[in-house]
């Protein structure tokens, strides 16, 4: 009697030890599930971040390009200007004849 007793009271034992290290198993599983999810979703994040700088980043050059094309263009009208002063002269006259200037 007293044997079966020891060794029910072993089994009781070895089942408490198989419990905790199951429990500190899953205990780790779930954060290491946490921690990868958290570093998930901040690459997520992260990557959209990004998305948006480029967007943006694509909105400037344009807005840069379409500067520059401007600033060309008043150039080149500055260049016309100074090379032919007489015409400009005769063209600002005409156009403010029509205003009524």
């Known amino acids: 009697m007293k ?4 060794n029910q009271q072993k089994r009781l034992a070895q089942m408490k030890i198989d419990e905790d290290k199951r429990r500190k198993v899953m205990s780790v599983k779930k954060a290491h599930d946490d921690k990868v999810g958290e570093e ?3 690459r997520a994040q992260k990557e959209e ?3 948006q700088m480029e967007r943006l980043e694509m909105e400037l050059i344009k807005k840069l390009q ?3 094309a401007i600033q060309k263009d008043a150039y080149q009208e500055l260049e016309k200007a100074l090379s032919q002063p007489s015409a400009m ?8 004849d029509m205003i009524g200037g």
């Open 3 to 6: 044997n079966q007793i020891i």
């Open 40 to 42: 998930e979703r901040m």
């Open 49 to 51: 971040e990004v998305i």
């Open 66 to 68: 379409n500067t520059q």
């Open 89 to 96: 002269i005769g063209s600002y006259l005409g156009v403010k």
